[in-house]
């Protein structure tokens, strides 16, 4: 069982910067050729894909994050990050990571993913 809990949400002005971590527990890391991802969700708002890193190092990005938003993973440590810098309102969103396996390359609907941290909130204030 995959146990992902995120942190470092929190509220900040337009241009400021957030980190945001995903602890992921137990055999997240053992497998071979897993995804891990972070989504968010606004209010009335669908959920939608932010960036996702396969277990071979590759990354994606959705074009409204390019350049601002960077996913990286510290494999000793089994955690999952979000650098957010240049953040803007329509950031605002709770942020959830996600992990799935067997996969050859980093699926973009959150459906194909199987387990979900709990979320944590994203507040940027203009």
């Known amino acids: 069982q995959v146990q992902l809990v995120e942190s470092g949400g929190g509220s900040v002005q337009a241009g400021g910067s957030l980190r945001l971590s995903c602890a992921a527990r137990?055999?997240?890391?053992?497998?071979?050729?897993?995804?891990m991802a972070w989504f968010r969700q606004a209010p009335g708002k669908e959920r939608e894909g932010v960036a996702r890193?396969?277990?071979?190092?590759?990354?994606s990005y959705a074009d409204s994050v390019q350049g601002r938003f960077t996913i990286s993973q510290d494999n000793a440590k089994n955690t999952l990050f979000l650098q957010m810098n240049s953040l803007k309102p329509e950031d605002t969103a709770m942020y959830y990571c996600?992990?799935?396996?067997?996969?050859?390359?980093?699926?973009?609907?959150?459906?194909?993913?199987?387990?979900w941290g709990q979320g944590t909130q994203v507040t940027v204030s203009s």
């Open positions: 137990r055999y997240t890391y053992t497998y071979s050729r897993y995804c």
């Open positions: 890193i396969h277990s071979d190092g590759s990354t």
């Open positions: 996600a992990h799935t396996r067997n996969r050859n390359t980093c699926p973009a609907q959150s459906t194909d993913f199987a387990y």
